[in-house]
């Protein structure tokens, strides 16, 4: 098993945009392969192939990526987290499965306030009040049980073998330990594993057990999800959560045991000649993604190129507005009457478009009126993630599984049990629950799960053939990370890892961001000359992954401002 050299399969999947108008060139990749698998550390992705070996599916080999991202990866993702998966078949079936996490039983409108004003967001953080129930394992099992080949026991062998064995703290986890210091170190087990007894970060390269995440992924392992949702798993994480020494919160083990992912519709949509599938809500990452590709149809992006300032300044006009109706509709379709049709209807997103020029920019950029619209609701505030991870996977029958998983920001909660970290999912909630008389669209209710900016995708060419499937990490950037991605391969004719290299564009309060570094951040000057009033170049933490078809086969390609790989079996 090698670690594939992505540079040197650069060449070849140049190709790809070419192909998308010549179906038939693709009867070459007919016969079987053994796919490959994309994610944001080599260790992982080598378990995830590990099991495309063994004959697993797709969907086997990212949920044996996931359990060892657990393991390896622990600031972005793990047990106590969730996320959302997009499988695409290489018949054109697409399924969806939400394992976003909940607020219990006894969570109300005003959760996050003290002394009756809202808590600052960064206080509400650490400890027990920002944990949502976890919907990692939920999810994995559901998804498991309707495209899982391999036994599901099976599937956890690499990541307990990591916990058993050790792991070897990356320069990144080093670096996001030493930025987050007072979360990772707060609880006890957490000190534990990445401080020495002086309080001493330990230092790159020093290996690290786990043992209490190798019992846990046992037990996981043989029992299936009820070892962790039920019994002495269920209890330990509401006793965290209520006797935490920092924001302690009602969480009961029923909370827990009530839990569970469900299945979504896949929002879809054509772009020129591909159809693009993703995530619905309570993500509004598919919309967003969506929405700005509709808007961006009537251009000649291939045109402009990647080097065009008029091109970004379209793409960030059309974010635009598609994020101030993320920002107005979108939220958990359990409890809020989201007009999914209508924010994707073609009239709709062509009356939307209209709004953008070539010359200049919107002075402003309002939510529209979809048709579905409930009044009722006020305007949401946008809110950061940051401890989230993607990975990717295609198996030898071309089948594919896109999973975007998070514990929120880096190292969640910061509290631990059983080697794992509690999320603190719950402040993507709007702390105010209300607005000019009316509740806010993302408001915190008992059971319910909040907006997330998750965007796993799968791309269909015109004759039915997966051409690219992919995701991103970073917060608010995931959707634009995402946007860059596809129009990057589909319109500028990249190969997936050079589209992922390039730097995004995306809104900003009072105006728009660019990556700083980057070509794009390059053309601030020219940006301005088109009317955006307040620019920012800014440093971004993004981490893209992604698996694009060329007539070799699948290429897989990972983000080089992350540590990650892509493995073939």
């Known amino acids: 098993m ?20 010549a179906p038939p060139i693709f009867a070459r990749t007919a016969l079987p392969q053994p796919g490959v698998v994309s994610a944001a550390d080599p260790r992982a992705a080598a378990a995830g192939a590990e099991i495309l070996r063994a004959g697993g599916s797709a969907t086997d080999a990212v949920i044996a990526t996931f359990l060892a991202l ?57 400890g027990g009040r ?62 534990a594993l990445w401080f020495d007894p002086q309080g001493n970060l330990l230092p790159v390269g020093a290996v690290v057990k786990n043992p209490a995440l190798e019992h846990m992924l046992e037990r996981v392992a043989g029992e299936g999800p009820r070892a962790f949702y039920t019994g002495a798993n269920a209890a330990a994480i509401a006793k965290a959560v209520s006797a935490s020494p920092i924001n302690p919160a009602p969480m009961t083990a029923a909370d827990i045991g009530a839990y569970h992912a469900r299945t979504a519709p896949p929002v879809c949509a054509p772009y020129r000649t591909w159809r693009i599938c993703g995530m619905g809500p ?7 993604v969506l929405q700005t590709l509709g808007m961006l149809q009537r251009f000649d992006l291939k045109a402009l190129g990647p080097n065009s300032p008029v091109a970004w300044h379209l793409i960030a006009e059309a974010e635009r507005l598609a994020f101030a109706d993320r920002d107005r509709f979108v939220d958990d379709p359990s409890f809020v009457p989201v007009p999914t049709k209508g924010l994707l209807d073609p009239a709709y997103i062509a009356a939307r478009s209209a709004l953008i020029r070539e010359d200049s920019t919107m002075a402003e950029a309002p939510a529209g009126t979809p048709v579905g619209t409930d009044p009722h609701y006020a305007l949401g505030t946008p809110i950061d993630e940051h ?41 993507d909630f709007d702390f105010v629950p209300d607005r000019d008389g009316k509740p806010t669209v993302n408001g915190v209710e008992p059971g319910k799960r909040p907006r997330s900016s998750m ?6 060419d015109a004759a039915g053939h997966i051409v690219l499937t ?80 060329t007539p070799d086969g699948w290429v897989g390609a990972a983000d080089p401002r992350s540590e990650g790989a892509s493995v073939s079996p």
């Open 470 to 549: 992919g995701g991103a990490a970073g917060g608010i950037t995931i959707p634009v990370q995402v946007i860059r991605l596809l129009i990057g391969t589909l319109d500028w004719g990249l190969d997936a890892r050079a589209a992922i290299t390039l730097g995004v564009v995306m809104p900003f309060p009072g105006g728009i961001a660019v990556e700083a570094g980057t070509p794009v951040g390059a053309m601030v000057p020219a940006l301005t000359a088109l009317g955006h009033p307040k620019i920012v170049a800014m440093p971004m933490r993004l981490k893209a992954n992604a698996i694009q078809r």
């Open 282 to 288: 309570p993500s509004s990452g598919g919309i967003i």
């Open 455 to 460: 965007s796993p995708v799968v791309v269909y």
């Open 70 to 126: 657990s393991v390896v990866e622990p600031q972005s993702t793990g047990l106590g987290g969730g996320g959302f998966l997009v499988t695409g078949s290489a018949d054109g079936h697409v399924d969806t499965y939400d394992g976003r996490e909940a607020a219990p039983k006894a969570a109300d409108a005003h959760w996050f306030y003290r002394d009756g004003q809202p808590l600052d967001h960064r206080a509400a953080i650490p």
């Open 387 to 427: 401890g989230t991870t993607h990975f990717v996977a295609v198996d030898a029958r071309g089948d594919s599984a896109s999973f975007t998983s998070t514990v929120e920001s880096a190292f969640g909660s910061g509290l631990m049990v059983s080697g794992y970290l509690l999320n603190n999912e719950l402040t």
């Open 130 to 191: 920002s944990v949502g129930v976890p919907g990692n394992l939920a999810l994995a099992a559901l998804a498991h049980a309707q495209h899982g080949h391999l036994p599901w026991a099976q599937l956890f062998g690499p990541a307990i073998r990591l916990a058993r064995d050790g792991t070897a703290i990356t320069p990144r986890l080093h670096a996001t330990l030493a930025s987050a210091k007072d979360i990772a170190g707060l609880d006890p087990q957490g000190r």
């Open 2 to 21: 090698a670690i594939e050299s992505l540079r040197k399969r650069a060449v070849r999947a140049a190709l790809i945009p070419l192909l998308a108008f």
